[in-house]
């Protein structure tokens, strides 16, 4: 997909991204989250979706937690973002997209030649990092492996499931769950299905 290849050379060409480093997305279901979910993978680093309603202080928790320096945000949802960079100042840099900014990602997307080679990561190199919801405590963040990513498609997909390509997906779920996030994107994709974002 075009769209995930230049959010990643943005991701390692503009923004410093390297293998191994964090990245904060911030945004409803939509077709945007989910090129951004796969380019930070693609380009070798760890991403850290965060629920849509989540709040300043629910924020800077996981971005202090997982040491992140870099968010990738919904310009809709950017004002609890910007508080929680007072609170966790590790994160250095929020890139907005849905903007028509000269600095918004679209806007560094378009600058992008295209074409992008995956970088080469091993099956045991942490692929996300999921926080829990916290109900029995501080919420913890549970490192997911790009081996964890297939073995979730081709154990409970493929042999539950049995998705096919003539699939349709659909769900409520946000992304930022690894149960919206593998119901809703690894599934399909892996399957060769189509999946319908909810945004609300």
């Given amino acids: 997909c075009h769209r995930v290849d230049r959010i990643a050379q943005v991701l390692t060409r503009e923004l410093g991204l390297v293998p191994g480093g964090r990245v904060l997305l911030r945004a409803a279901n939509t077709p945007m ?3 951004c979910y796969l380019a930070v993978m693609q380009a070798g680093g760890v991403a850290v979706a965060t629920m849509p309603m989540l709040r ?5 928790y996981p971005i202090a937690k ?3 320096a870099l968010a990738l ?3 809709r ?3 609890e973002l910007e508080m929680a960079r007072a609170m966790a100042p590790a994160l250095a840099q929020i890139v907005y ?11 560094r997307m378009a600058a992008m030649p295209g074409g992008f080679a995956p ?10 990092i999921g926080f829990t919801s916290g109900t029995t405590g501080e919420p913890k ?8 990513v297939l073995a979730m498609c081709d154990c409970y997909a493929r042999h539950i499931l049995r998705a096919t390509a003539q699939d349709r997906f659909i769900g409520s779920p946000p992304l930022a769950f690894t149960f919206g996030l593998g119901g809703l994107v690894l599934f399909p994709l892996r399957a060769g299905a189509s999946t319908i974002l909810l945004e609300r």
């Fill in 97 to 107: 997209f849905n903007s028509d900014a000269p600095d918004g990602l679209e806007a």
């Fill in 119 to 128: 970088v080469d990561t091993g099956a045991e190199h942490p692929a996300l």
């Fill in 33 to 35: 989250l989910v090129a």
């Fill in 77 to 79: 949802l950017g004002a």
């Fill in 141 to 148: 963040g549970t490192v997911h492996t790009h081996r964890d």
């Fill in 66 to 68: 997982a040491r992140i």
């Fill in 73 to 75: 945000c919904d310009a």
């Fill in 56 to 60: 300043a202080r629910e924020l800077a």
